[in-house]
């Protein structure tokens, strides 16, 4: 069997069956782009691989209850924003650090039976995201659907980076204030922090 020739889903079918093989697929398929998306942010090769990795082990340790809303891209880019976000609240605990206070940090120990679940949540944050103004819901999902970054942004929209980031930050404010109003507390969900931060 020719496994880089199967669909995303046949792999993972099978490393739900415990395939190793189709789980080496995946891991060569994403591990580059994963680890890219995290050094742009962390700055060091090293944590960023820490990262990545990271998200590979728990992938294998969840293979066989893993059940997934979106595509497996879609999982990964989230999971490894959620690793990049606890490095981050690491390291300002460390340093002593306010620079990234403005960023929430996870909670421990939260499970889908906090408040909503995460399908709700999901469910309310696309209804935020529809509520935006077109440009500023474009940008949204540039950044937050294609992963791109605020330079590539930029250039395919042709702003400047500093209007891309005004417009993700306005846009991330008021994603947050109508899942407030919503009274949900996005911090208990892993899947939904990727969404809210910059």
Same mark, same amino acid.
């Given at each position: ?17 415990? $395939?190793?093989?189709?789980?080496? /697929? ?5 591990? #580059? ?6 050094? %742009?942010?962390?700055? !060091? %090769?090293?944590? +960023?691989?820490?990262? /990545?990795? $990271?998200?590979? =082990?728990? @992938? ?10 979106? !595509? ?13 976000? %606890?490095? =981050?609240?690491?390291?300002? &605990?460390? +340093? ?5 206070d403005l960023l929430p940090l996870p909670v421990e120990g939260a499970t889908s039976m906090d408040l909503l679940s995460e399908k709700e949540l999901q469910h309310a944050l696309s209804i935020a995201v529809n509520h935006l103004p077109p440009k500023m819901r474009e940008i949204y ?7 791109? !970054?605020?330079?590539? =942004?930029?250039? #395919?929209?042709?702003? +400047?980076?500093?209007?891309? &980031?005004?417009?993700? +930050? %306005? ?8 899942? &407030? ?6 911090? @208990?969900?892993?899947? =939904? ?6």
């Open positions: 069997m020719k496994y880089e020739n199967l669909a995303e889903t046949e792999l993972l079918l099978l490393v739900a069956a415990d $395939d190793g093989a189709a789980y080496e /697929v995946l891991y060569h398929r994403y591990w #580059q782009p994963l680890f890219l998306f995290a050094y %742009k942010r962390l700055k !060091s %090769k090293e944590e +960023s691989k820490d990262a /990545v990795q $990271d998200v590979f =082990i728990n @992938l294998w340790k969840r293979r066989s209850t893993l059940q997934l809303t979106a !595509s497996l891209r879609t999982y990964l880019f989230t999971a490894v924003r959620y690793e990049l976000l %606890k490095k =981050i609240a690491q390291a300002r &605990k460390t +340093s002593g650090s306010e620079e990234m999902l540039l950044s937050r659907q294609q992963h791109k !970054s605020i330079t590539e =942004i930029a250039q #395919q929209l042709c702003l +400047s980076e500093q209007t891309v &980031k005004n417009q993700l +930050s %306005k846009a991330l404010l008021r994603l947050r204030m109508h899942l &407030k109003e919503a009274t949900v507390i996005p911090l @208990l969900f892993p899947g =939904i922090i990727y969404f809210l931060n910059i």
